[in-house]
């Protein structure tokens, strides 16, 4: 049986905190014109956001929702702009190839660009080749035409660029300069000199894919394909010396143009741990950009990070609140952009119905913070738990949801006109649909075993036409049955219509074992904004904390996650298996 934690610091009307630091102002500017709104509503609204602690967060509901799409932009597409810089044999093409396959920039190295003049045999081949095969530096001129040109082609404005040694001199960072082109970050890859000598000497180049191997380091993966390796004229030890040389020459000068956006990475690691920490740095800049870029996002300029002591059940006031005033501020952003068929899906330990600690009460807490949010804005909004399902002696409701309703009824909504007026309790189905109700909230929607809720909730959403139905944590996968019945009839439409709800919150997190224990990090998606990967990271004296290894536009796959968290790409990682593997069975 799901254990309840209706303890009186839920659900008590007293107000038990004094550190609030709510003031009116904080509300929406919406609720001091609000004449038809009833002003016990906004007080427990208030009274309920000051007892968990909510931060104060300005709110940008409107009283009517509008249909636009055209308030909230998410800046998902906004292209990076990274240069990538080091000694020869550093590792910039190899770190490259993995950016350009996880973040799809345009990838410009001046290098290979003269390579492919060389072997092409133009007259910038021609007047290269010499410079190159002695490891000095291509006349500036030369380089700086070739750049500039490439730059200003609709691919690299479109997906963003990847400079791979380029400035290698100071006049090239001024011609840089003078076209305005600057990057969002410099990485600079830094590895021992004599390391670099023995990686340039073992390089080998596969010239049909255009891949780089090492003889020792990282051999082909095929007979067929060592045999085609070729290795670069310049990758002598003699040459690689003289090219060391002139970048040492060169490098203080370009580092110190680029010092503000300069971050220096030990590169003298394994490739993929390199590239993990690279891939963080480009993610981080993405996350920010897009959090500056929607700067009427209150939630996301004032966003928090995640909360840590997440296994710590019951959750603390603090955790509760930080949740229902995430998944509210989603919910609003959504609705405001004319979403009408939402999908909360938030699983932390308390409300997480695959695991014992399941807590209804939790989730009629952030229920009420959703319903009274709403009402505060003056919505009518209907709260629906399903009834039971079957019929006769085989009438029964999911475990989770018993009793759902009268605790509904018994929970302290404020003023007596609050609960009845603005908000009101019903059940799933289309006669629940009433033509003064604004929006629904629907609790935990779900399957029980041979039973099945879709054509409940298909004639509600029928019946409330555009107006919103908010689905807050549904399960609507199919549930086995002695019968088979539901694994056959009707199954396809049934998971259709699942899919016509669009996630606006999602937060799961993502364990090591079956298990709660350990925390490996957290997946979270708060609309508009990208589906957001974290990693949990000890910390000295006990402490923890959560590191952005990645963003998505879509929800990531189990394999992109592995892929996320052991720094590989995609073709290098192998079939989820071990702690891995547990990830396919949590996502699938
Ligand atoms: P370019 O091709 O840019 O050469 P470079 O800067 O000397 O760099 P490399 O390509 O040699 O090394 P890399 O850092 O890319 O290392 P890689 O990933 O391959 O330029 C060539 C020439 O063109 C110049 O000398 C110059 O003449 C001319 N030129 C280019 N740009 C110019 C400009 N802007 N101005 C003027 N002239 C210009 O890795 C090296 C090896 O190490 C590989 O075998 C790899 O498998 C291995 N490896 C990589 N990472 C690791 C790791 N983490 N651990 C172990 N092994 C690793």
């Not at 909230?72 to 990076?80: A, D, F, K, T, V």
């Amino acid at each position: 049986m799901a254990s309840l934690s209706l303890s009186s610091a839920h659900f008590s009307s007293t107000s038990s905190s004094s550190r609030s630091s709510i003031s009116t102002s904080s509300l929406s500017p919406s609720s001091t014109s609000l004449p038809l709104l009833q002003s016990p509503i906004r007080r427990r609204y208030r009274s309920l956001r000051r007892r968990l602690s909510f931060s104060v967060i300005p709110r940008r509901t409107s009283r009517s929702f509008s249909t636009s799409n055209s308030q909230i932009r998410c800046s998902i597409n906004e292209p990076l702009k990274v240069m990538i810089s080091g000694a020869p044999a550093s590792g910039k093409g190899t770190q490259c190839e993995l950016i350009v396959h996880k973040f799809g920039l345009v990838h410009i190295s001046t290098g290979d660009l003269l390579r492919a003049e060389v072997s092409s045999g133009t007259d910038i081949g021609k007047r290269a080749k010499e410079f190159m095969n002695s490891g000095s530096l291509v006349p500036d001129e030369i380089v700086i035409a070739m750049v500039a040109g490439r730059l200003s082609r609709e691919d690299a404005k479109e997906h963003g660029w990847l400079l791979d040694g380029f400035p290698r001199s100071f006049a090239q960072a001024q011609s840089l300069d003078k076209l305005n082109v600057k990057p969002d970050i410099f990485i600079l890859l830094d590895v021992p000199d004599e390391i670099l000598i023995d990686r340039c000497v073992g390089r080998r180049l596969d010239p049909v894919t255009g891949k780089i191997y090492h003889i020792k380091n990282y051999p082909p993966e095929s007979d067929e394909i060592k045999a085609r390796l070729v290795t670069r004229p310049d990758d002598t030890e003699e040459k690689v010396k003289a090219r060391l040389q002139i970048y040492k020459q060169n490098s203080e000068a370009i580092i110190s143009a680029y010092s503000d956006v300069m971050v220096k990475i030990d590169a003298n690691r394994p490739k993929e741990v390199v590239f993990e920490e690279t891939q963080t740095l480009l993610s981080q800049i993405q996350l920010k950009r897009m959090i500056k870029t929607d700067k009427a996002s209150p939630v996301q300029d004032k966003w928090r990070g995640i909360p840590t002591r997440l296994n710590n059940i019951p959750h603390s006031r603090d955790i509760r609140a930080y949740f229902y005033e995430d998944v509210l501020q989603a919910t609003i952003r959504s609705i405001k952009d004319g979403n009408t068929r939402l999908r909360v899906d938030i699983n932390i330990p308390e409300l997480n119905p695959e695991m014992d600690v399941y807590r209804i009460g939790t989730l009629m807490e952030l229920v009420q913070a959703l319903a009274l949010s709403f009402a505060d804005d003056g919505k009518r909004v209907k709260v629906c738990v399903q009834g039971s399902m079957g019929e006769g002696a085989l009438a029964g409701m999911p475990l989770q949801l018993a009793g759902t309703r009268k605790i509904l009824e018994y929970m302290d909504w404020g003023d007596d006109e609050t609960l009845g007026t603005f908000v009101k309790l019903g059940a799933i189905g289309g006669k629940e649909v009433d033509e003064e109700d604004d929006m629904f909230i629907l609790v935990a929607p779900q399957n029980a075993v041979g039973n099945c809720i879709i054509d409940d909730l298909q004639a509600m959403t029928t019946a409330a036409g555009k107006r919103p139905v908010v689905l807050i944590n549904p399960r609507l996968k199919d549930l086995p049955a002695s019968s088979g019945i539901m694994q056959t009839m009707g199954r396809e439409q049934r998971l259709e219509y699942a899919l016509t709800f669009d996630n606006c919150y999602v937060f799961r997190l993502l364990y090591y074992l079956g298990t709660q224990y350990p925390i490996m990090g957290a997946l979270r998606m708060s609309y508009p904004y990208r589906y957001e990967l974290y990693k949990r990271v000890n910390e000295e004296n006990g402490k923890e904390k959560y590191v952005l290894l990645a963003t998505y536009a879509e929800r990531p796959t189990p394999e992109q996650i592995d892929d996320a968290f052991s720094g590989k790409s995609r073709d290098q990682s192998k079939k989820a298996s071990g702690i891995w593997g547990f990830l396919s069975s949590v996502f699938s």
